[in-house]
């Protein structure tokens, strides 16, 4: 299983985003993704989920982060919108593996334990 990051860099504050990760060795259109950040000091916290039908959806600021899933790519991204400097941190996705008819179509994962496999980061910098 390989999840490769990619879109971040260093941009101002207000400007936008696209993150890409393109995941191999899964069984894409079944399986639940995430989307976490880690800043300087801090802890890995969630940004976004999707679960695996497409259905639901999660975004820690709905305002300005989108997450959506391509399953024909086998990628997921992040579109982030009016960035701040308080969104400077390590990127990352993280793929749940299939749990097969058990796991619910709708459901996303907020929580880094919940996930299996990850990617190896994207770094984003938002200066004021």
């Known amino acids: 299983v390989l999840l490769v990051e990619s879109g971040g860099g260093s941009v101002q504050t207000g400007d936008s985003l696209r993150l890409a990760c393109a995941t191999s060795g899964l069984t894409f259109p079944l399986t639940p993704m995430g989307w976490f950040r880690q800043a300087p000091g801090k802890g890995r916290e969630s940004v976004a989920a999707v679960s695996w039908s497409g259905v639901n959806f999660y975004a820690a600021d709905s305002a300005r982060f989108t997450v959506s899933r391509d399953n024909a790519k086998n990628t997921v991204y992040l579109q982030m919108n009016s960035l701040k400097p308080e969104d400077t941190a390590v990127y990352y996705c993280?793929?749940?593996?299939?749990?097969?008819?058990?796991?619910?179509?709708?459901?996303?994962?907020?929580?880094?334990?919940?996930?299996?496999?990850w990617g190896q980061g994207t770094q984003v910098t938002v200066s004021s």
């Open positions: 993280a793929a749940r593996k299939t749990r097969g008819p058990i796991e619910s179509s709708g459901r996303v994962y907020l929580r880094d334990y919940e996930y299996d496999y």
